[in-house]
């Protein structure tokens, strides 16, 4: 057995993705090259797929097979991350490898099995017999551990391929979902609170490759709420992929809103400059669709009657994943992604700026629509999308201003 065979691997086990049809190699090889551009700064890898698995190999012992693993589960696509030995294909060797191998697992438990898969029908037992031949053996190598096929403690497994013999232990639990690039493209509504990043990841999970905007209004909102909300995007990207993140100045449209609209409608007409503000740079991208964190019934502004009033400035599909889940949930899962700790740090958002005393929660969309109408929409547009900035971060989280003239070259 040669030394690169005895090198651990990632073996990444396939989940919604084997359900595809026809398009399936499609979706394999979104994968795959989400998987090769993850793992770039962990070193050289040979990644391929055989039979719903994929295999990560390094290609030297230099790769960090620690931060490998980890970046692997948060791989969109990914249902199970397992770090695998192989080794020869021989019963005495597996039994070698998985003594030495698991040597830390078999000590913490007290029952096991042996779970066998036979990829290469070429090998001479069958997948029950290698079972039982392999517990026999582990079962008098670790006297303290009884073989329990129901309910065992530790599940040992072996798998037979064409290349070599694989043992590992209990699988990683992945982000499961559909690899991102697949479901199209759209983008992101993100504040600094804690739904917008939740909202995001949901659809980054079922694929959707996200182009982020935020909206701020200085001197009302602060640089700390700006940095805020860019670590945010930065705690997102090694789940989502490469991001990037619209800026967009505010303040005089939240201006012109107060100065000239009735205040019950302060907060809907600001919305729905978000989301015509946020479309122009869907259209502009790409993007087919909107995404925001909204939940309903949470606030004001997200009572049906709201939603309805909000959505109507704009033609594209809104999608709203969080609009059936409760706080409590939204929190767990926000913790699960990282960026809780984030998104409760205390800055001020454009929304929480000027909001009405009396928020009007059941609008009627002819009365916000005239109450809107005195305003120049086209003009305030144009100037917040003239002040635009742009950052670019990767998957790693590293981050860039694009600045307006290196643009048209990006
Ligand atoms: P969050 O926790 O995401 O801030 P929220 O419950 O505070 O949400 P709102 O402030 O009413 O709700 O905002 C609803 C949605 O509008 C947000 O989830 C987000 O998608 C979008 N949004 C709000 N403020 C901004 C902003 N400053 N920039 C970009 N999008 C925003
Ligand atoms: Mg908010």
Not at 32 to 55: A, C, E, K, M
Request: charged share 25%.
């Amino acid at each position: 057995m040669n030394e690169a065979h005895q090198q651990e691997i990632l073996l990444l086990k396939l989940g919604e993705v084997v359900l595809k049809g026809l398009n399936r190699n499609q979706f394999e090889d979104k994968l795959i090259s989400n998987v090769i551009r993850r793992l770039r700064p962990y070193g050289r890898f040979q990644v391929y797929t055989r039979q719903s698995t994929i295999y990560v190999e390094p290609a030297n012992p230099n790769c960090d097979m620690d931060e490998a693993a980890v970046a692997c589960g948060q791989i969109f696509g990914v249902a199970a991350v397992a770090r695998a030995l192989p080794c020869e294909k021989s019963v005495v060797a597996i039994v070698e490898t998985a003594k030495k191998y698991l040597a830390d697992e078999f000590a913490a438990a007290r029952t096991f099995k042996v779970e066998s898969k036979r990829a290469d029908k070429r090998f001479h037992l069958n997948s029950i017999q290698l079972s039982q031949q392999v517990g026999g053996m582990l079962a008098e190598a670790f006297p303290h551990v009884k073989v329990d096929v129901h309910k065992p403690d530790l599940t040992v497994f072996v798998e037979i391929r064409e290349k070599a013999a694989y043992v590992h232990g209990p699988a990683m639990e992945g982000a499961g979902g559909l690899p991102v690039g697949t479901g199209g493209k759209a983008v992101s509504l993100l504040s600094g609170g804690i739904d917008s990043p939740v909202s995001s990841w949901m659809m980054a999970r079922r694929g959707v490759w996200l182009e982020m905007v935020h909206f701020e209004s200085p001197p009302y909102t602060s640089q700390l709420a700006q940095d805020k909300v860019l670590q945010l995007a930065q705690e997102l990207a090694p789940w989502c992929g490469q991001l990037l993140v619209h800026v967009i100045p505010f303040t005089e449209v939240q201006e012109e809103i107060r100065r000239q609209c009735p205040e019950e409608y302060f907060t809907l007409i600001m919305r729905r400059f978000m989301m015509r503000l946020a479309q122009q740079v869907a259209r502009e991208s790409g993007a087919q669709a909107l995404v925001t964190g909204e939940s309903l019934g949470q606030v004001a502004s997200q009572t049906m009657m709201s939603l309805g009033v909000t959505e109507d400035a704009v033609d594209m599909p809104v999608l709203r994943p969080l609009i059936g889940i409760d706080k409590v949930e939204i929190i767990r899962l926000s913790r699960r992604i990282g960026t809780y700790e984030t998104s409760i740090l205390p800055y001020e958002d454009c929304c929480t700026v000027f909001t009405p005393r009396h928020p009007n929660t059941r609008p009627r969309l002819e009365d916000v629509r005239e109450a809107e109408s005195v305003l120049d929409v086209e003009g305030l547009m144009a100037k917040s999308m003239a002040g635009v900035r742009r950052f670019r971060i990767k998957n790693d989280g590293t981050m860039r201003e694009i600045l307006p003239r290196t643009d048209k070259a990006d």
